[in-house]
């Protein structure tokens, strides 16, 4: 069973917009959520993340809310660029196993000029 | 402060082979998370040995093991390859288990099986 959902393989933005990626997941028993950014020929590097307890943090351009009730999670890049090209995953941490993270399996983004 | 390296980076194996991987954390790190990266799966976890112990498995066959070692080195092992498991494999550190950052990944080892 597939815990945690990307349904958009990919989307295009121009540069400069708002970029919004989604992520549903399934398990109540999740107490983090992160978010990785993977560009071509290299592994997952980790972007952002919040708590189960909080419904919003930002770190620059990057914004992540959480809505526990819809069990959904975003990530906001304003403004996107060129360089945020790239397969973003969300990832999610369960209470418990913290060693252990469910990956989705990707949004492919791409910041047209 | 150097990242965590995978060897090797790219491998080609025929079915029914064995093959090991190599992880070296970024120094000072002691837990090390495996990943499979497939196009349809995305990443799956492996296993995570943080202090030479098998702290956390996935839902892979036996066929898939690792080992960590007293510097926190850590092998991934596959026996009798199958053609299903050509895929990217990630090795991630962490300086403890878990943590609200997740961990640091690295290039991974892409495994072809012929």
């Known amino acids: 069973d597939q815990q945690v959902k990307q349904n958009s393989p990919s989307l295009s933005v121009q540069e400069g917009r708002i970029s919004i990626l989604n992520c549903d997941y399934t398990n109540s028993m999740f107490d983090y959520f992160l978010w990785y950014k993977k560009y071509p020929a290299e592994g997952p590097t980790f972007l952002i993340s919040?708590?189960?307890?909080?419904d919003k943090n930002e770190d620059g351009r990057f914004t992540v809310f959480l809505n526990k009730s819809a069990k959904h999670l975003s990530l906001h890049i304003v403004p996107s660029q060129p360089g945020d090209s790239a397969v973003y995953f969300c990832a999610v941490r369960h209470t418990g196993t913290a060693s252990k993270l469910t990956f989705g399996t990707g949004t492919r983004l791409q910041v047209t000029l | 402060k150097a990242g965590v390296t995978q060897t090797p980076r790219y491998l080609i194996k025929t079915r029914g082979q064995q093959v090991t991987l190599s992880c070296s954390p970024i120094?000072?790190?002691?837990?090390v998370s495996w990943y499979q990266q497939t196009p349809g799966q995305g990443l799956q976890f492996l296993f995570e040995?943080?202090?030479?112990?098998?702290?956390n498995k996935g839902n892979f066959p036996g066929r898939f093991s690792g080992r960590q070692f007293s510097n926190s080195r850590s092998e991934m092992n596959v026996s009798t390859l199958e053609l299903g498991d050509s895929a990217l494999y990630l090795c991630?550190?962490?300086?403890?288990?878990?943590?609200?950052?997740?961990?640091?990944f690295g290039s991974g080892t892409r495994l072809t099986v012929v």
């Open positions: 991630a550190s962490s300086l403890a288990s878990g943590g609200t950052r997740g961990y640091t």
């Open positions: 919040i708590s189960s307890i909080k």
């Open positions: 120094s000072g790190h002691r837990s």
């Open positions: 040995y943080f202090s030479e112990t098998q702290r």
